[in-house]
């Protein structure tokens, strides 16, 4: 239990790390875009050679296909009520010119990150050691999702303070969204674990899909496709174990 808390807040912390950058030290919109379309290729990975990829064909790939698609439209239907009630642009540093809902971007932000960190302590389960590919992917996307989202919420009037103290909570929740992950899923048996497996696939490919990329390419210009690939090059790497 002791690990799954450690490497869920390893990951998490990079949400506090994006929010400080973003309120505190100034940077560049492209070199933002230029992080997430990396993260956003290591998360694609790890979705891919992580959670789908380790499986035994003659059994398990039902369930995986099961869960995923359980976890793409739960995420997408998610993201469509966060949407409608302002959330939609959480990611964005850019000044929001709609009306939004603080209570939206910060329901978003624990939707994007609370079953990523699960998917921590599950690795755990299914290895007794640390995924460094879903660790370093998770990790990567979190900071610029902070950054972005606190540059927004400070041009549209939100404290430092309140701001770091939104941050603090997402972190926390992560952080024990891991130990949940290994605690809760523990008990399952293989075959129910690959459904889990393919579940978090799902949602981190739909969240991606609808909410890292977007931004990428707005902030870093065609360049981020290319920066997406590395992405998916250094999870394979990863998960086969070169480094």
């Known amino acids: 239990m002791g690990q799954a808390l450690f490497w869920g807040a390893i990951a ?3 949400l506090l790390l994006g929010a400080v950058v973003g309120l505190y030290v100034p940077m560049p919109k492209k070199l933002t875009g230029f992080i997430m379309a990396f993260g956003t290729g290591v998360l694609i990975g790890a979705a891919s050679f992580e959670l789908l990829g380790k499986i035994d064909i003659q059994e398990g790939y039902s369930y995986v296909i099961f869960g995923f698609l359980i976890g793409a439209t739960l995420f997408t ?6 949407s409608k009630k302002g959330g939609k642009e959480r990611k964005r540093s850019k000044e929001k010119k709609e009306e939004h809902s603080g209570m939206a971007i910060f329901i978003g932000s624990i939707m994007d990150s609370i079953p990523e960190s699960v998917i921590i302590g599950v690795s755990l389960i299914k290895s007794n050691t640390v995924s460094w590919v879903i660790v370093l992917a998770i990790f990567i996307s979190n900071f610029p999702e902070a950054l972005s989202s606190s540059v927004g919420l400070r041009k549209d009037g939100y404290t430092r303070k309140k701001i770091l103290f939104l941050w603090t909570i997402v972190f926390i929740l992560t952080t024990l969204s891991s130990l949940f992950g290994f605690v809760v899923f523990k008990e399952l048996n293989g075959l129910y674990m690959y459904m889990v497996s393919g579940l978090a696939a799902g949602g981190i490919i739909a969240m991606v899909a609808s909410t890292m990329m977007p931004e ?11 920066l997406s690939a590395l992405g998916v090059l250094c999870s394979y790497i990863l998960s086969i174990g070169i480094i």
Do not use: K
């Not at 990428?216 to 290319?226: K, R, S, T, Y």
């Open 12 to 14: 998490g912390i990079a």
């Open 77 to 82: 239907s998610l993201e469509f009520i966060i």
């Open 216 to 226: 990428a390419f707005e902030e870093g210009g065609p360049i981020v496709g290319l």
